[in-house]
């Protein structure tokens, strides 16, 4: 008993130099309805959505209260408090709800153990983000360096590139920015499949094909309309591209194709199985856009242009 009492007291907290690892949510203190946000902000979740460390602990600090007859009143909900700022909120307070609870040994031993498990699991992220950021610091140098190609206008400058460019593109594509440019590298025979497939459901075709196009979409209708008849027709002969999807953006492809072909009308009937293609090769491109502007990509500038 005495060494339990012992080494919860002499055992150095989680102190401030892990600080930058947490963010602060509700400086003035959390709501029921922030602890609820907090709660339930990844219950729909996919699997390659991975849930960050402070969600996780902090769900089952508060699953633990809950089983214990906690409620979000009274004593249950200054126990969900403290189960918040152990997981988010910074040294100082998470060391001052410590105090408010010394007389808890075994609810403050769980929020320790937490706040410990927390540390632990971000420290390797942390570094992990300290290396991304090295890797991505010439990235202004980068985006203002002058390309090899030239061009009066951002079509006249993807008329020079390659599919993989074109494919680049197209993933990152801002529609606000019109869809001339995508229309004619979807127009090229050259055009990887996957390349016309992600720009076709990515436009979420299914309210055209459903008819509730708004009257300034009909030429993007159009557009749509022509894109799935190369699809449904067999246009596109080079399908080298692996389709590599999130499961979020995948579900929400197949949803699209799904309503397209439940019309039971041509040109909506986009053959089955065109997001199962694993393809030869990842895209390997030299341009992208950013900003409504042609830039290098960033890792062939690195690799091939960088000085």
Known sequence: MITALLSRWTTPLPGRAHDSLFATFAPKGAAPATLRTLYHQYDDAYADEPVPPQHQHFRALVDRIASTGGHADGLGLARMRAAYVSCFERFDAFRATLRLWRHEPEFRDALVAARRAIVADLSPREAAEMARRRHFSRWRECRDAPLDIEGVARLSLIRQMTPDDWHEIVLHWNWGDGFAEIDWITSERQCDRATALFALCSLQPSRFALGAAKAHEQKLAGFACALASRLENGFYPN?????????????????????LRATGRSPWLIPDGLLDHAGARQPAPKYTVSDGCVRWHYEYWLKHVAR
């Open 239 to 259: 399908a080298d591209f692996a389709f590599d999807l999130r499961m979020r953006q995948r579900a929400a492809f197949e949803s699209e194709l799904a309503a």
